[in-house]
C-alpha cells in the first residue's frame, strides 16, 4: 500500500519561511510528477507547484518566485520551500505523486498570522 505522509506544517508570521516534507512509502514501480496542492476553507484544493520526474517544475501564479519545489528521487521525497508568507497562503497543503492516477497525503495545516 502506497502512503504519503507530510511534514513541516505549523503557524508561521507573514514574511516568514517554512519547509515542507512528503515521503512516499510503500511499493510503487516508479513515480512520475509529484505535487503539492492546497485548501483553504471555502476554497476548492488547488494547484501550488509540481515537478516531473525530469525535473520540470510548474507553479501557481500566486507563488511564483516565493515557493521553489523539489524532490529527492532516489528517497522518493518531494520538498516545498516557501518563503515570503502571506496570510492568504494558509490551508492544509497535500502532497501528490503520480503513478497511473493520483496519491495523495493526508495533508499538513499551514497557518500565517498577519
Known amino acids: 500500500q502506497v502512503q504519503l505522509v507530510e511534514s513541516g506544517g505549523g503557524l508561521v508570521q507573514a514574511g516568514g519561511s517554512l519547509r515542507l516534507s512528503c515521503a512516499v512509502s510503500?511499493?510503487?514501480?516508479?513515480?512520475?510528477?509529484m505535487g503539492w496542492y492546497r485548501q483553504a476553507p471555502g476554497n476548492q484544493r488547488e494547484l501550488v507547484a509540481q515537478?516531473?520526474?525530469?525535473?520540470?517544475?510548474n507553479y501557481a501564479d500566486s507563488v511564483k518566485g516565493r515557493f521553489t519545489i523539489s524532490r529527492d528521487g532516489a528517497k522518493n521525497t518531494v520538498f516545498l520551500q516557501m518563503n515570503s508568507l502571506k496570510p492568504e497562503d494558509t490551508a492544509v497543503y497535500y502532497c501528490?505523486?503520480?503513478?497511473?492516477?493520483?496519491?495523495w497525503g493526508q495533508g499538513t495545516q499551514v497557518t500565517v498570522s498577519s
Open positions: 501528490t505523486a503520480n503513478y497511473y492516477g493520483v496519491y
Open positions: 510503500g511499493t510503487i514501480p516508479r513515480i512520475d510528477a
Open positions: 515537478i516531473t520526474s525530469g525535473g520540470i517544475t
